[in-house]
Every structure is written in C-alpha cells, then in structure tokens.
C-alpha cells in the first residue's frame, strides 16, 4: 500500500527504554551555590494606646506617619513599602460587670525591602528608637530575576552531562544525543515542599531611647544558598562489553 504524500508516515517512536544500539542512560544534576544577598526586608509594627477610641486611632495615625516618612526619606534604596493589617481593638476591664472598654489599642504592621544593606543599618536603628514602634528582621533574600538562579541551572545541566559522560565511559561508550531535560519533579503532579525563607531574624522593640543620635547597628548580610536539580536523560553509543 502506497503512502499519501500528503499524510506522511509518522516517525516511529523511540523505544522507552533504549535499545542495545542505543542504550539510555538517566542521571540527576545538582547545583549548590552561596552568593550574596540582594535585598532585605524589615517589619515594622506600630503600636498606641488610649482610653477612648479617638485618642488611640490620632496617636496610631501620628505615630505610623512617622515611621512612612522616615522610610521614604531613604529614596532609592527603599524599593518597596508596604501597609499590612491595621487593627483597632477595646480592651475590656478585668473586673466589674457588662462589657466595659478599659482601652483601645491599635496597631499598623508594615514592611519595607532595601538594597542598601548601610542605609538598613542606620534606617533600623532610627526606627527602633520610635516611641512604641516594634522592628523585626532582617530577612535577607535574591530577587527572583537573579542571575544567581541561572547560573545554579546551568551547573546543574553541565553536571548532569558529566555524570551521564562518566556512566557511558566506563561501559566503554560515549554520549551520543540528548533525549529529555526536566526540573526535578516537573515530571509529576506533586509539588515540591518550599524550603523556609532564608536570612537571619531579629526583633527590636523599643519605647524610646535616652540617645536623641543611637548609632547604626552593624548589620551583616546572610549569604543565601540557591539549589537546582534537574533529571537528564541521553542515549550512547553500543557500549564495548
């Protein structure tokens, strides 16, 4: 029977596990790099209190405009600023009957993202001298446009060659084409866990300061670890047996 030009025969596909002329062979390529950070990322919580609601809400609103205009006084190396919860919540009295209000607190949570480790030092500091104004961090991170994450990638490839080029030679043969490159686990529908953020953590709490000018403090940035697996398989020559 006479194939029609046009319905081409389709290629005959490769066989799944190799063939004794083309025997597969499946390897895995890691890739382990430690490289500088380039941002981090502070919390800054702010925090009044009143016996009537207003009090409370005029002190929070005062205080967290504060704690704004010194980040953005920073310019350029603040790249991100942002408000999180807000909450403005009575306190109840301990004693005495129905649902008397002692007081009102409410609290402004916020974060901020340098990339002028200096500038976090001394921003940290100033910040932490506010009256009731809490900092946590820093927590140091890449950005996800990185080159690091790239480069990771491409040592995790060549890896994967190397190992797959020792396999063949010690049959005897030699790589001969690739067949199949994958992340690890884009093969299946299982996600793979997410590794907790690196950086180091600190809390600062602070209700005011004796110093008007504390020193900056001396932070230094936690070097991060960037990881890259992928799965490689390649075909090689009639191995010599």
């Given at each position: 029977m006479t194939q029609d030009a046009t319905h081409p025969t389709p290629p005959t596909p490769h066989p799944p596990y190799g063939t004794p002329e083309a025997p597969r062979v499946a390897v895995r390529g890691e890739a382990h790099l430690e490289v500088d950070p380039e941002i981090a990322r502070i919390g800054i919580t702010v925090t009044a209190r009143g016996t009537d609601r207003r009090t409370a809400l005029d002190d929070l609103t005062r205080r967290n405009n504060a704690v704004l205009d010194l980040i953005k006084s920073?310019?350029?190396?603040v790249e991100k600023l942002e408000t999180g919860a807000f909450s403005i919540t009575p306190e109840l009295g301990r004693h005495g009957r129905g649902e008397r209000v002692r007081s009102y607190q409410g609290t402004v949570h916020t974060t901020a993202e340098?990339?002028?480790?200096?500038?976090?030092?001394?921003?940290?500091?100033?910040?932490?001298?506010?009256?009731?104004?809490?900092?946590?961090?820093p927590w140091w991170s890449l950005r996800p446009t990185s080159p690091a994450h790239a480069e990771a990638r491409r040592q995790a490839v060549l890896e994967a060659v190397q190992r797959a080029r020792?396999?063949?030679?010690?049959?005897?043969?030699d790589l001969a084409a690739l067949v199949e490159l994958a992340d690890l686990g884009a093969e299946d529908a299982t996600p793979l866990a997410m590794a907790a953020p690196a950086g180091a953590y600190r809390s600062m709490?602070?209700?005011g300061a004796e110093d008007d000018s504390p020193p900056p403090l001396d932070l230094q940035p936690q070097r991060q670890t960037v990881t890259a697996q992928v799965n490689a398989r390649f075909t090689m020559t009639p191995p010599q047996l």
């Amino acid at each position: 029977m006479t194939q029609d030009a046009t319905h081409p025969t389709p290629p005959t596909p490769h066989p799944p596990y190799g063939t004794p002329e083309a025997p597969r062979v499946a390897v895995r390529g890691e890739a382990h790099l430690e490289v500088d950070p380039e941002i981090a990322r502070i919390g800054i919580t702010v925090t009044a209190r009143g016996t009537d609601r207003r009090t409370a809400l005029d002190d929070l609103t005062r205080r967290n405009n504060a704690v704004l205009d010194l980040i953005k006084s920073y310019g350029d190396p603040v790249e991100k600023l942002e408000t999180g919860a807000f909450s403005i919540t009575p306190e109840l009295g301990r004693h005495g009957r129905g649902e008397r209000v002692r007081s009102y607190q409410g609290t402004v949570h916020t974060t901020a993202e340098l990339n002028d480790f200096t500038a976090l030092g001394e921003l940290t500091t100033r910040l932490a001298d506010l009256d009731l104004t809490r900092v946590d961090g820093p927590w140091w991170s890449l950005r996800p446009t990185s080159p690091a994450h790239a480069e990771a990638r491409r040592q995790a490839v060549l890896e994967a060659v190397q190992r797959a080029r020792a396999y063949a030679r010690a049959l005897g043969a030699d790589l001969a084409a690739l067949v199949e490159l994958a992340d690890l686990g884009a093969e299946d529908a299982t996600p793979l866990a997410m590794a907790a953020p690196a950086g180091a953590y600190r809390s600062m709490a602070f209700a005011g300061a004796e110093d008007d000018s504390p020193p900056p403090l001396d932070l230094q940035p936690q070097r991060q670890t960037v990881t890259a697996q992928v799965n490689a398989r390649f075909t090689m020559t009639p191995p010599q047996l």
